[in-house]
């Protein structure tokens, strides 16, 4: 095989980075401190229920305490979608339990938790929802998401749970945010309540002012679900599965794109890094819609792969600018923008994690496929040998139990796929049944190692995978057409 070492002077930064921040807030800029902020795990920890709450406070800047058997609150029309989005957005980041403390407006104990994600104008607390008309109670089978479980009682002894859907079908079990002492939880919660907690029973309640989505929202990966996110005539496309099958939504306000990635946050949060008219952007979607921010480094860009870093959850973009590798990454200083030396010449590339926290980058340089990554002495590039050259486009993915690369490439205009083998041989092997012009191709790998690839052929949205070792190709069905770019994520 041959290979290049080429110099490691802008590695240092982002290793050390990668090696020690931990996820960043979006917006893009790094985001203020929280104040009483700690370092909470988003996991079950067993620790349930109430830690005290503080008095009823209105929302924003003002948060001098405010006490009225009947406050007024205000509980804006959101959809049920809105709601979750809100709830998951003070998910890992660090925030510290406190009746006394804020943030965002809102008072960070389980009641002011819920009363963000409403978007109320107080942070209520567990005694008030009901009695001052902001609440009612519901029966358990009439539960939807951004519904709440709630335990009335006073201070420590009450609790809120939001819901968002059932963990099973029985309607056992539920999965459920709330503000509990160690943090801010997203996890299974035992209907109505973790057994053995204090205060009054767990009910039921709706938000009085909350609706139904008009349109359906994708739900957050499980199982098989798939998320795309496809440029048709230059307009961004949100595609999905769902239990009712495909569907194909317009993302407002955005336009004139020519590249993206697309993938998951640790959270749940639907990310997208894109080409705008040459610049990068970051679109992502929060608790009231899609926002789209400028992402502040300079260039033109031409293509770009987008990752999680798997431990770190610093969110990463290798993008090709000039025909060089630039490698984008946002931390708690903000965004940095560094150029991989000695790599020219780049066309196209695919970007993924190792288990390990390792990247590898797949890049077509001069027509034929290079391997590049980071190692203790800087950054390495070899050459694939015994593939095919003239690669226009590919999607790049690792298996993480095994190490496993897997490449789907465009060669000459037809879809091959190039992985190496248990002996760490790489192989390259034409895909069969797929014909027409694939300008673009987004690859994942299930757990048991099947593949399920989205391509655009002909303008037309693809999936094509394994189903016990065959391939298959399908189009997706009701989506716009003159697509000209995909990228999707599986599963968290």
């Keep these: 095989m041959s290979s290049k070492r080429v110099a490691r002077a802008v590695t240092g930064l982002l290793i050390a980075g990668l090696a020690s921040a931990t996820l960043t807030a979006l ?228 336009g004139s794109m020519s590249a993206l990635g697309f993938a998951y946050s640790p959270s749940g949060r639907r990310v997208i890094e894109a080409v705008e008219n040459g610049a990068l952007h970051e679109i992502y979607s929060d608790g009231d819609g899609w926002v789209d921010n400028a992402v502040p480094v300079s260039g033109t860009i031409d293509s770009l792969g987008f990752a999680y870093h798997p431990m770190t959850g610093i969110r990463v973009v290798e993008a090709v600018e000039g025909g060089t590798i630039h490698e984008i990454f946002a931390d708690g200083d903000g965004w940095h923008d560094n150029v991989i030396p000695g790599v020219a010449n780049v066309s196209a590339l695919g970007f993924a994690y190792k288990a390990s926290g390792q990247r590898v980058i797949e890049a077509v340089v001069n027509g034929a496929l290079h391997e590049i990554y980071p190692d203790g002495d800087g950054w390495v590039d070899n050459a694939v040998q015994g593939v095919g050259g003239n690669i226009s486009t590919l999607g790049f993915a690792i298996n993480k139990s095994t190490g496993q690369r897997v490449i789907e490439a465009v060669e000459g205009g037809v879809l091959h796929e190039i992985y190496t083998d248990p002996h760490g041989a790489w192989q390259d092997n034409v895909v069969p049944g797929v014909s027409g012009t694939i300008t673009s191709v987004s690859v994942k790998l299930k757990d048991s190692g099947e593949r399920v690839v989205e391509a655009v052929v002909d303008g037309a949205l693809h999936e094509i995978y394994t189903e016990a070792g065959v391939w298959h190709d399908s189009v997706v069905p009701g989506t716009a057409g003159g697509a000209t770019a995909v990228s999707f994520d599986l599963t968290l």
């Design 27 to 254: 917006p893009a800029q790094a985001a203020p401190t929280p104040q009483g902020a700690a370092s909470v795990s988003a996991t079950l920890d067993g620790d349930t229920g109430g830690a005290g709450q503080g008095p009823i406070t209105p929302s924003g800047p003002d948060t001098a305490p405010w006490r009225s058997a009947s406050p007024n609150a205000t509980a804006p029309s959101l959809t049920r979608s809105q709601v979750i989005d809100r709830a998951a957005s003070w998910v890992d980041q660090g925030l510290k339990y406190s009746g006394e403390g804020s943030y965002q407006g809102y008072r960070t104990d389980c009641s002011g938790y819920v009363s963000m994600a409403w978007k109320l104008s107080y942070s209520m607390d567990t005694t008030s929802f009901v009695p001052t008309g902001v609440a009612s109670w519901i029966g358990k089978g009439d539960l939807k998401p951004g519904d709440a479980l709630l335990n009335d009682a006073a201070g420590r002894y009450g609790h809120v749970v939001l819901f968002e859907r059932w963990a099973n079908d029985a309607h056992t079990s539920y999965l459920g945010y709330e503000f509990t002492g160690s943090g801010v939880h997203h996890r299974e919660i035992p209907y109505p309540y973790f057994p053995g907690s204090p205060g009054n029973p767990y009910r039921p309640v709706r938000n009085n002012s909350i609706v139904d989505d008009q349109t359906p929202t994708p739900p957050k990966p499980v199982a098989n679900n798939r998320t795309l996110a496809a440029i048709e005539g230059g307009v961004l496309h949100e595609v999905y599965t769902d239990g009712k099958g495909w569907h194909d939504n317009v993302v407002p306000g955005v």
